[in-house]
């Protein structure tokens, strides 16, 4: 579904990054719409305006929050009115993933389709995290030209990617401004989120979060646990992993599907499949990697095979993209030449995002180090994922335990076989957030409520709605895993 995200790292291809600094100090205030400062922002009246079935509005918010006078950026937010005004409980707050999905696409996209106890009780409130879809200003990493550096020697799988991941950075932070950039990481969302939440009417928050958002989530709780009525957390994002392991987990995730759809491709789909069973399948992506490889072109197919493994939907089309890569070339090419790539939102918040999230190495050695294990953990790791980050400011902690002491329970969700955020992550959070409790979707996919899955999305209305938490274990059973 497209406002799902995929949260993979293998999407991060080369892609991030200059310089690095003393990132931001978040500010940690219990009660910041009592802060005289920030009265203006929590004050403010949203002006709700028809913008196509539904209703749309603008939301101020400061640009750093340690100085609230100085630059604002203005974020979109889109509101469908819950379908029994009369039944209405409140607000509820759809958090997007990414980073760099929109959150105002992502309620146009399911307001017709989420289930419908939840639409009739609840007006679904989504909106455009700072810097990104709709946000401005926004973050801009659009890059000219070749790039001026020339790759460094002693870095064979990384060293070639170096030079356009040091241009790219320095176009981000050229053309967002720096200031702008380094208040785009969670935290500064999170506050948002909060001016969000009272603008909105809420004494306390209802928010439903996927893959990234999640991750908005998890933080929101940890500064607020008491603000909160009711989170579902869809698709875990993980914060306790530094820079190196958080990507290594993720390319590990991603070869585990794979070798779910190598197994199940045939039941899953009915279509024809690039081989009889598991080991001739997982020989043809073999072979049409390493031809990939040879013609330069591998790390552009396996992102675009990772980016299909995440949902089952996608396999038919998957197994078509395998099969034309290893049909034989007559020598012409069905792509046009010479023809330019523009950076888009969603990869460049991806990069951004990730990179402000974590504090990261400056030292290009680690980075080639780290190729070295993505590429023992996944044939579909380029090595180059975790480069991203060397060359763009640093995040203020290396990881972050989210404990979120005094909240209400708070329901996960956890697809079993989940390429973009594997189980594994929601399975750990209960470990630190006690009032967590976790829901294990055990099928291939991601970010499920809503998607097709009844047992999850009956378990889920009746905690938004009734705050009912399932028995545990809880447990729904999808497809064969």
């Not at 039941?267 to 690039?274: A, L």
Request: net charge negative; proline share 7%.
């Amino acid at each position: 579904m497209s406002w799902k995200c995929v949260l993979v790292s293998i999407a991060l291809v080369a892609g991030c990054t200059t310089s690095q600094g003393t990132p931001a100090t978040v500010t940690k205030v219990d009660e910041p719409e009592h802060e005289a400062s920030l009265t203006s922002f929590y004050r403010q009246t949203l002006d709700w305006r028809p913008c196509e079935a539904l209703q749309c509005a603008k939301l101020t918010v400061p640009v750093d929050y340690r100085r609230p006078d100085g630059p604002k950026f203005t974020l979109p937010v889109i509101k469908a009115a819950a379908t029994r005004p009369g039944e209405r409980i409140g607000t509820l707050v759809a958090g997007a993933g990414g980073p760099g999905q929109s959150g105002v696409a992502m309620v146009k996209d399911i307001a017709g389709t989420w289930p419908a106890p939840v639409r009739a009780r609840f007006d679904l409130v989504g909106f455009d995290p700072r810097g990104i879809g709709g946000s401005e200003p926004r973050l801009r990493c659009d890059t000219e030209g070749e790039p001026a550096s020339k790759a460094p020697e002693g870095l064979p799988l990384i060293g070639g990617e170096v030079p356009s991941t040091r241009q790219y950075a320095e176009a981000c932070l050229k053309n967002t401004g720096e200031n702008v950039l380094r208040h785009l990481g969670t935290d500064d969302v999170v506050s948002d989120l909060d001016v969000l939440r009272v603008v909105t009417g809420q004494e306390k928050l209802t928010y439903l979060g996927y893959s990234y958002g999640t991750r908005i989530g998890q933080l929101y709780a940890d500064r607020f646990p008491k603000k909160i009525r009711a989170m579902v957390l869809d698709g875990v994002d993980n914060t306790y992993l530094d820079w190196r392991a958080d990507t290594v987990e993720q390319a590990k995730g991603v070869e585990d599907t794979l070798l779910t759809y190598a197994k199940q491709c045939a039941t899953r789909t009915g279509k024809p499949c690039p081989g009889r069973d598991e080991t001739e399948i997982l020989a043809t992506v073999d072979r049409v990697l390493a031809k990939a490889d040879k013609a330069g072109e591998g790390s552009a197919l396996r992102s675009e095979i990772s980016a299909k493994l995440t949902f089952p939907a996608d396999w038919a089309e998957l197994s078509e993209i395998i099969l034309g890569a290893d049909a034989p070339s007559d020598g012409a090419s069905d792509e046009p030449a010479d023809e330019p790539e523009t950076s888009t939102d969603t990869t460049d918040a991806l990069t951004v995002v990730n990179c402000l999230d974590r504090t990261h190495p400056t030292d290009l050695a680690a980075y080639e180090d780290a190729a070295r294990e993505l590429r023992r953990v996944s044939r579909l790791s380029s090595g180059t994922e975790a480069l991203g980050c060397a060359f763009l400011p640093t995040g203020a902690a290396p990881s972050r335990t989210i404990r979120a002491d005094g909240a209400p329970p708070i329901l996960l969700v956890g697809t079993t076989k989940d390429a973009a955020t594997p189980y594994g992550w929601a399975r750990r959070l209960p470990e630190s957030l006690k009032s967590a409790v976790l829901l294990s979707n055990e099928d291939v996919g991601h970010a499920v409520f809503g998607g097709g899955s009844s047992c999850v999305d009956d378990a889920v209305s009746r905690y938004l709605v009734d705050s009912t938490i399932p028995a545990a274990p809880a447990r729904c059973t999808g497809g064969p895993v």
